[in-house]
């Protein structure tokens, strides 16, 4: 789901702040027009708690909202265009907002009859010089917090579209990676392939048919590859069937094989090619470099949430030092770095005199 930017955030939070200022405003005008008429109809009259408050309440009808109204308009307009200005454009509104709103609270004071009418001006001049202050002092305060949050939500979001792009770049380079990876793979065992096949040919033309028939399937499998970054092991096993029987058409009888594969676990995602590698590490360093060959060995086995695929064969071993990243074994621990991170692991030991390549990784 591609994530909101800042201009549309802040305009859904400015659209939201005006809609909720906006109906203040109109229900507080309401009330105070309602008060007004009722105090200058003689319907009732104000004691002296309620004429005090009468009296903070006009001030903030008239003064308080209009000058939240103003600054919030004002400064989600002109804060980026006058950022070193704004405090004293802001600053101007609040002074006139006061004068303004105090002239206007003095009218309804002389119109309900709380003032006499000859001390309008004397009155005027008394409260103004009060309602600046209370007005910039309160005013500016609250203009600085808005200001602040929305930067604050603002910065917050920008670093939220920042990390899901790198996340998303990070994913492009490793599927990019991971590709070139398992491109590298497809060449050199067909090439092994073609060359058994080529072998077959002038002795045994119907074996370098049936041949061609597994390779077709190697083919097949090896072009699908390139599109999933893991497949059944029911899949990889036949590959691993058909490449051993390729294999078995050069070397004879020095190839013998087992595979010990449970049914419940033909169904479990591996990366594509993997046993096959570690077979085909086994069929190049071992059975082609011995007279008698290799038995190879195929078990695969689950423990808690980690699948298990092992490769074993009776001869001399190596060391896990010798992977270097142009060997077959090196190119499959990157693609489970890639695939797994950390969780995908790959272990060369020696048990029972045999040599075990033990591939191990998240179900």
């Given at each position: 789901?591609?994530?909101?930017?800042?201009?549309?955030?802040?305009?859904?939070?400015?659209?939201?702040?005006?809609?909720?200022?906006?109906?203040?405003?109109?229900?507080?005008?309401?009330?105070?027009?309602?008060?007004?008429?009722?105090?200058?109809?003689?319907?009732?009259?104000?004691?002296?708690?309620?004429?005090?408050l009468f009296i903070a309440f006009t001030y903030c009808a008239l003064i308080a909202l209009p000058s939240i109204a103003l600054l919030t308009r004002i400064s989600h307009r002109y804060t980026d265009r006058f950022p070193r200005l704004?405090?004293?454009?802001?600053?101007?509104?609040?002074v006139c907002t006061a004068v303004v709103g105090s002239m206007a609270a003095g009218v309804v004071f002389q119109i309900v009859g709380l003032f006499p009418r000859g001390e309008y001006w004397g009155e005027l001049r008394a409260v103004i010089p009060l309602s600046i202050v209370i007005s910039l002092m309160f005013g500016l305060s609250i203009s600085a917090y808005e200001t602040l949050r929305y930067k604050l939500q603002a910065t917050t979001l920008e670093l939220r579209t920042k990390q899901v792009e790198q996340e998303r770049a990070y994913k492009l380079l490793?599927?990019?990676?991971?590709s070139s990876l398992e491109s590298r793979i497809h060449p050199h065992f067909l090439f092994n392939t073609l060359n058994s096949i080529a072998a077959l040919i002038p002795s045994n033309p119907q074996l370098a048919e049936d041949t061609v028939g597994k390779l077709a399937s190697l083919l097949r499998f090896s072009l699908n590859a390139n599109h999933a970054s893991v497949v059944p092991l029911s899949q990889e096993l036949k590959i691993v069937r058909d490449y051993l029987e390729?294999?078995?058409?050069?070397?004879?009888a020095r190839i013998r094989y087992e595979i010990a594969v449970p049914?419940?676990?033909?169904d479990v995602k591996?990366?594509?090619?993997?046993?096959?590698?570690?077979?085909?590490?086994?069929?190049?360093?071992?059975?082609?470099?011995?007279?008698?060959?290799?038995?190879?060995?195929i078990a695969a086995s689950q423990e808690s949430n980690r699948i298990?695929?092992?490769?074993?064969?009776?001869?001399?071993?190596?060391?896990?030092?010798?992977?270097?990243?142009?060997?077959?074994?090196?190119?499959?621990?990157?693609?489970?770095?890639?695939?797994?991170?950390g969780a995908g692991q790959l272990e060369v030991t020696r048990e029972n005199e045999k040599t075990v390549v033990r591939l191990s990784f998240p179900a």
């Open positions: 789901m591609p994530m909101p930017n800042v201009t549309d955030t802040r305009s859904r939070s400015r659209a939201y702040a005006a809609h909720v200022l906006r109906a203040f405003v109109i229900a507080a005008g309401c009330a105070l027009l309602t008060v007004v008429l009722f105090l200058s109809l003689g319907r009732f009259r104000l004691s002296e708690s309620g004429r005090a704004i405090v004293l454009i802001q600053a101007a509104v609040l490793a599927e990019a990676q991971l390729i294999e078995k058409t050069r070397f004879g049914e419940a676990l033909v591996v990366p594509p090619l993997a046993l096959q590698s570690l077979v085909e590490n086994s069929v190049k360093h071992v059975v082609s470099q011995r007279n008698q060959g290799a038995m190879i060995q298990r695929l092992e490769v074993l064969d009776d001869g001399p071993g190596f060391s896990p030092g010798a992977i270097t990243p142009e060997h077959g074994l090196g190119n499959l621990v990157a693609r489970l770095e890639l695939l797994y991170g």
